[in-house]
């Protein structure tokens, strides 16, 4: 749980300054929520993708699944840098979309092995899929 802390962490410290002069500059897409609501829903999503973890890791042999999340946690640490910290809105897009597929794998590979540890990242993958649509309209939105 400390590990996805840590990523949620860094990514607010990456989107701290663009969210002061670069991310307000853009044209939002329909139905973006107002910035305070980011950091209490991560930091929830986050505390959930550890127990999931955890849950697997107690039954012991789920190597491959935990595998397929900490890639999926590498790559949800590095979406910020990608968005924020270069100010990329595509390269965003280019970072999310395969992180899309690895939280599913990583479902697939928990449900078998902890059904309640697949349940628990169900929240995650509906805000990353609702972070990808919001992803995609920020990128349409402002092509240079």
Same mark, same amino acid.
């Given at each position: 749980?400390?590990?996805?802390?840590?990523?949620?962490?860094?990514?607010?410290?990456?989107? $701290?300054? $663009?969210?002061?002069?670069?991310?307000?500059?853009?044209?939002?897409?329909?139905?973006?929520?107002?910035?305070?609501? %980011?950091?209490?829903?991560?930091?929830?999503?986050?505390?959930?993708?550890?127990?999931?973890?955890?849950?697997?890791?107690?039954?012991?042999?789920?190597? &491959?699944?935990? &595998?397929?999340?900490?890639?999926?946690?590498?790559?949800?640490?590095?979406?910020?840098? $990608? %968005?924020?910290?270069?100010?990329?809105?595509?390269?965003?897009?280019?970072?999310?979309?395969?992180?899309?597929?690895?939280?599913?794998?990583?479902? &697939?590979?928990?449900?078998?092995?902890?059904?309640?540890?697949?349940?628990?990242?169900?929240?995650?993958?509906?805000?990353?899929?609702?972070?990808?649509?919001?992803?995609?309209?920020?990128?349409?939105?402002?092509?240079?």
């Amino acid at each position: 749980m400390v590990l996805c802390l840590l990523v949620g962490a860094s990514g607010g410290a990456l989107t $701290a300054n $663009a969210l002061l002069f670069w991310y307000p500059s853009l044209l939002p897409p329909p139905g973006t929520p107002p910035n305070w609501l %980011f950091a209490p829903v991560w930091t929830t999503l986050y505390i959930m993708m550890g127990v999931a973890a955890w849950l697997i890791w107690l039954r012991g042999g789920g190597y &491959r699944a935990l &595998r397929y999340w900490g890639w999926q946690l590498a790559v949800n640490a590095i979406w910020p840098a $990608a %968005f924020f910290g270069f100010r990329s809105t595509g390269l965003g897009l280019a970072v999310i979309l395969p992180m899309l597929g690895l939280i599913v794998l990583t479902i &697939r590979a928990f449900h078998p092995r902890h059904r309640l540890a697949a349940w628990l990242l169900l929240p995650y993958l509906a805000w990353s899929c609702y972070a990808t649509y919001l992803n995609a309209g920020f990128w349409w939105l402002n092509r240079t």
